[in-house]
């Protein structure tokens, strides 16, 4: 990044959070706060607008930021982690291109730690999903943090990490939201068949004993208006799930919990221990769907299950036949 560009980034989140006390602040008193002219100021301002955050003007008095946010809080954070704030090292920044990218490009470094590495941030420009498609983030409606898990033991069929995690957003999101979220195959986080999260996963050997993987996790909390984002099928947040702005300290606590409990269990299980479970969340399990493969061939059937391995099993005219993750994309016959 730019180092003036940086900069300014850098004093654009000082002013928010300066504004993020939900009192009124003087054009001057933050001018002097941030050691810059009035004009500059309301340069600032308007990027904050860009970036969806509603700052009102108080007639006469300055301006007020009236519905702020919960910004990413470490002291929160640990609040909630409780006894297991000493399992993480947690490192928050208010921007990055990609969480994971963070991570990879600093991976040794953070091999060297005894604790659990992630990183969160409070925007991220450039995040990725599935299929290398782009991943939508913004200023305060999302959740975007990765963390680097440790296998020390071989896994058989690492591929089906993913499904994992999946089982562990359900079990803390299901939990806070008191909703039916549901699973999609692999790995999407869906409420009414709308995706409003999903996991990347990235595996590495380091040597011959572990095997290092990135773990990139993306939440909609509270989307734009009009959000520019690709998907197959609609989008939500939990904002429209729930009527209410969730905290973001309090759900990445929770899922950084869950993360290790369950990540301890799949290294010493594998997937078979979770199954039935991953069964039990898919929405699609026993429904009629159409596969559509990456040329573009489709197949119908009836969802029956998911194999060891991670493949989806439909039940076909012709018998059973399972679909390996990446290769299809599935949708309903309504």
Known sequence: MHKMHADNERIIFKLLKLLSDNR???????GSELSCTTITLLKYIQRLTELGVTISEVKGLGIIWSHPFSLLNKESLFSYLREFQHEFSVYTFDILESTSKYLALNKSS??????IPVIACELQTKGRGTSNRQWYSNLGGSLTFSLMWRFTRRIEHIQTLSLVLGICLVRVLRKITQTEIYLKWPNDIIFAKKKFAGILTECRSVDNNILVSI?????????????????????TDLFEITGQYLDRNQILAYLLVELREILIAY????????RKEWENYHYFQGQPVTLKSVDALTTSG??????????????TDSGN??????EISIKTND
């Open 110 to 115: 953070y091999l060297e730690e005894n604790r």
């Open 267 to 274: 290294e010493q299980f594998g997937f078979i221990y979770f």
């Open 302 to 315: 009836v969802v029956s299950g998911i194999s060891v391995d991670g493949s989806l099993v439909l039940k």
């Open 24 to 30: 009124q602040h003087s054009y001057m008193q933050l």
């Open 321 to 326: 036949k399972a679909f390996g993750m990446g």
């Open 215 to 235: 773990i990139g996790i993306g939440i909609n909390f509270k989307l734009p208006p009009n959000p520019a984002i690709m998907s197959d099928y609609g989008v």
